[in-house]
């Protein structure tokens, strides 16, 4: 089994709002992944898997929690030192990107910040070898990001991560924005780098057929919080908590008749605010398996069986 490259423990990320309520966006996660694989992290809008990977890279500081990287803890002031190894792909490439700039400036900033390139002509060449790393060509460096396709400036972003050379990706929804053919070019793209290089991704997405193609485990959020973690194939073949059963029961089938006669399960009521939130299971109000304890305690994150972990008493 290789090493684990990033230990996250009881990592929390609270906000301030309105009149000095808490809003607990990410409350008290925990997780390894391990050096070169894929953890896909998936859940409805709003559960805080954005946040859980901005406050691991750095952008968020965190409320409570470590972030170990490499055996370094990374929360104690520790984020500039390893910028170089940590990088993070965002939802928008359009809106990530700096329209003013050319490509070629883009794509250098990380390689002029840390003095990566001995000469200009090293920096060109590192800057070409970026372009066609993810399928883009040199007279695509004197172009602005307004002069691509949605496709393309994603390709610009990858290649812009990529610039440092770095270990860890941590990649936020990065083909929400994009036609569904371009998706799938770019999850092979980001599949052919990981085995060319030996990337680690945190691949945050909502598309869980996506995410199955691409994960080696997938772990589900609700309300901040990790409600289950598994092997991929694990978790679609014997979903544990609830919420990850509902989450999978709506996922499109290609065949008509299957589609009609297959049973979805229809969630009732709303998702709580995290701000206030009630004792016990965060999942409770919604779930149709509910206890008298699930009102009480709140269930923790254990390992039901090798490799798969779930937070739910019922199991």
């Known amino acids: ?23 607990k966006a990410v409350d008290g996660v925990s997780m390894t992944m391990r050096r ?49 190894r940590m990088q993070m792909i965002f939802q928008d490439p359009y809106t990530s990107l700096n329209p003013r700039m050319k490509v070629s400036d883009i794509l250098a900033e990380g390689i002029d910040n840390h003095r990566l390139a001995r000469s ?13 790393s993810v399928g883009l060509s040199q007279e695509h460096a004197n172009r602005y990001p307004h002069e691509f396709s ?17 270990d860890f990706i941590i990649a936020d929804e990065p083909i929400s924005s994009l036609d569904v053919s371009i998706q799938a070019q770019v999850v092979n793209l980001l599949q052919d780098l990981q085995s060319e290089m030996g990337l680690t991704y945190l691949f945050i997405a909502h598309d869980m057929s996506m995410v199955r193609c691409i994960s080696d485990r997938i772990g589900v959020m609700y309300l901040g919080s990790l409600v289950e973690l598994a092997p991929s194939e694990d978790l679609f073949a014997k979903p544990l908590h609830p919420y990850t059963r509902a989450l999978l029961s709506a996922i499109p089938i290609p065949d008509p008749k299957e589609e009609r006669s297959r049973r979805r ?21 919604r779930c149709e398996c509910r206890k008298d304890r699930c009102l009480a305690d709140i269930p923790r994150l254990r390992e039901v069986e090798p490799g798969h972990f779930c937070a739910c008493h019922d199991v």
């Open 1 to 23: 089994m290789a090493e684990a490259l990033l230990e996250v423990s009881d990592l929390s990320r609270y906000f301030t709002v309105g009149n000095r309520k808490t809003l």
């Open 36 to 84: 070169g694989e894929t953890l896909g992290l998936v859940g409805e809008s709003g559960c805080g898997k954005s946040t859980l990977g901005r406050t691991i890279i750095g952008l968020y500081e965190p409320t409570a929690g470590t972030v170990r990287f490499d055996g370094a803890n990374v929360t104690a002031g520790r984020y500039r030192e390893l910028a170089l």
């Open 120 to 132: 200009t002509a090293d920096r060109s060449k590192r800057i070409v070898d970026l372009l066609e």
């Open 150 to 166: 949605g496709g393309q400036r994603q390709r610009i972003c990858i290649a812009r991560a990529l610039s440092v050379s770095p």
């Open 265 to 285: 399960i229809m969630l009732k009521g709303t998702v709580h605010s995290p701000i206030d939130m009630p004792p016990g299971c965060k999942f409770a109000l």
